[in-house]
């Protein structure tokens, strides 16, 4: 069984980020060539080569051909729902098992043994008021708001970094925060 990672909001190239978020490594210094360099050390210290990693947008500013070289260097099979600071991931599709919009993730107890039950996923970058499923089990992972989104609910999870304070989120991860939240074990139908 591979294990099964989201993240969102990287900004890997962008400057200003660190201004924002002074949390991030090497914020303090402005230094975003470490910043980055940072990131895809954490990034495959934790993903594996078979690993699978949802990015729910805002990767990087970088330019394409640098992008290239940064997927290149990134463990796992990626998928991508872009954002709004991705336009030069394109070109790049060929990198990704994936590039969606809104893309559905499902994962089946038989495989992954810590579910009570199969369970599904919305993946968008943007944070969606309504989904289909959403009363009957299916959650919704997201980025885009830096954990400042201005409407909450139970069954939704900004996954991004500056939310979660981790480059990376595991399935098990969400799967505890969906639990926490809503205050039972959760189940899909």
């Excluded at 990693?53 to 940064?70: C, M, P, Q, T, W």
């Excluded at 599709?93 to 809104?102: G, L």
């Excluded at 999870?157 to 969400?174: A, H, R």
Aim: charge should be negative.
């Amino acid at each position: 069984m591979s294990n099964v990672y989201f993240t969102s909001d990287l900004h890997l190239g962008h400057r200003r980020i660190l201004e924002l978020y002074q949390w991030r490594p090497f914020a303090q210094m402005g230094d975003i060539e470490a910043h980055d360099n940072k990131l895809i050390e954490l990034w495959n210290s934790t993903v594996s080569k078979h690993d699978m990693v949802y990015i729910l947008g805002d990767f990087s500013l970088k330019s394409a051909n640098e992008n290239r070289k940064i997927l290149e260097r990134l463990n796992g099979y990626k998928y991508l729902c872009p954002g709004n600071h991705d336009s030069s991931l394109k070109s790049l599709s060929n990198y990704f098992e994936k590039v969606e919009q809104i893309m559905i993730a499902k994962f089946k107890k038989e495989i992954y043994t810590f579910l009570q039950s199969d369970m599904e996923f919305v993946l968008c970058h943007y944070p969606l008021v309504e989904w289909a499923g959403m009363h009957h089990g299916v959650f919704h992972l997201h980025g885009h708001c830096h954990g400042q989104c201005e409407t909450p609910d139970p069954r939704r999870i900004d996954v991004g970094i500056d939310s979660t304070k981790s480059i990376l989120i595991s399935l098990e991860e969400v799967l505890m925060h969906f639990n926490l939240t809503l205050g039972t074990p959760v189940e899909s139908e």
